[in-house]
């Protein structure tokens, strides 16, 4: 397992906070605050769509929405109290919950679906020589976060390719910054996400999708809170589990509309949003992704239920 203690995995998740300044943006102009946290990707957007078409305001919740760097700054906002509700990886919340941070999982956020879209890849230079996953082994590769889903995922096709995932070195690159990294060679593959994925067009060429290599069909990302605000707050809880779902059932039903929305936020220009979102609580879901990270000692063996709240 990568091991890191509670001090230090906070202590990382701080400097990331850094990177980026918190934008606000107040959804509600009633009821106590809440201060809630999403990041620069298509599978946090449930929270701009819900802000901007107001499904917060509808259920009387008064949010206000804070775009950080990635999840782990969303984490470690949420850690410190600056932040209620945030938005991250269930990878990244099992691995702080292995290690004794007490956050707990409210709502489903962003699906892979393989069967239908693809919202992340492992990409090389358009140039490059490289075909097949399986030459990844021995390379350089860029990750967002060391140790995520995105090095999970691409460990996970590199071996299922027939390569040797534990040869590969990974670098930690900002998302906004691979492409340029892929170009000057500093690193042979990335991966990217949406909307990074399509505004590299033809600058990148794709060799595969680390998260098929983990399932088809599984929940990617979560929204979560602190056991303590959870405990005293449940019914402002379900309401905002509410509006996320009512969001992502919104944005796959409008995806132009819900493009204009993200290029608001997210400087998102194609014009179409397509990631598929949770509509309901399956956290079964989840379980393919705890396997598969157990194996690769991301993460110990945990089952879903430990990490969840079942909305009562």
């Known amino acids: 397992m990568h091991r890191c203690n509670r001090a230090a995995w906070l202590a990382s998740s701080a400097a990331s906070l850094g990177v980026l300044a918190v934008r606000g943006v107040a959804s509600a102009q009633f009821g106590p605050p809440i201060n809630v946290g999403a990041g620069l990707?298509?599978?946090?957007?449930?929270?701009?769509?819900?802000?901007?078409?107001?499904?917060?305001?509808?259920?009387?919740l008064n949010v206000q929405l804070?775009?950080?760097?990635?999840?782990?700054?969303i984490a470690a906002a949420v850690t410190g109290g600056d932040l209620q509700?945030?938005?991250?990886?269930?990878?990244?919340?099992?691995q702080a919950h292995a290690r004794g941070i007490p956050y707990v999982i409210i709502v489903p956020g962003g699906v892979h679906d393989g069967r239908?879209?693809?919202?992340?890849?492992?990409v090389v230079a358009a140039d490059s020589s490289i075909a097949s996953a399986k030459e990844l082994s021995g390379k350089i590769v860029a990750a967002s976060t060391l140790n995520g889903l995105d090095q999970l995922s691409t460990s996970a096709l590199i071996d299922q390719s027939g390569g040797d995932s534990s040869t590969t070195k990974f670098v930690e690159i900002p998302p906004s910054a691979?492409?340029?990294?892929?170009?000057?060679g500093r690193v042979v593959a990335a991966s990217l996400e949406e909307p990074e994925l399509s505004a590299a067009g033809n600058r990148?060429?794709?060799?595969g999708d680390g998260l098929d290599a983990?399932?088809?069909?599984?929940?990617?990302?979560?929204?979560?809170?602190?056991?303590?605000?959870?405990a005293k707050n449940k019914d402002t809880a379900r309401r905002f589990s509410d509006a996320i779902f009512a969001a992502g059932t919104w944005a796959m039903a409008n995806p132009e509309k819900?493009?204009?929305?993200?290029?608001?936020?997210?400087?998102?220009?194609?014009?179409?949003?397509?990631?598929?979102?949770?509509?309901?609580?399956?956290?079964?879901?989840m379980t393919a992704l705890m396997t598969t990270a157990a194996k690769y000692r991301f993460i110990a063996a945990v089952s879903p239920t430990d990490l969840i709240w079942d909305g009562k």
């Not at 509700?85 to 099992?94: D, H, Y």
């Not at 990148?204 to 060799?207: F, G, S, T, W």
């Open 41 to 60: 990707i298509e599978s946090h957007a449930e929270g701009y769509y819900a802000s901007e078409m107001g499904f917060f305001k509808q259920r009387g």
């Open 66 to 73: 804070h775009t950080l760097r990635n999840g782990a700054a």
């Open 85 to 94: 509700i945030g938005c991250s990886t269930v990878l990244q919340l099992a």
């Open 116 to 122: 239908f879209v693809h919202t992340a890849s492992i």
């Open 178 to 184: 691979m492409v340029e990294a892929l170009a000057q």
């Open 204 to 207: 990148v060429r794709r060799v």
């Open 214 to 230: 983990i399932a088809k069909v599984f929940v990617t990302t979560a929204w979560f809170t602190t056991n303590d605000w959870l």
């Open 258 to 285: 819900a493009a204009t929305v993200l290029a608001k936020y997210l400087s998102f220009k194609e014009p179409r949003s397509i990631q598929p979102f949770a509509t309901k609580r399956d956290f079964g879901a």
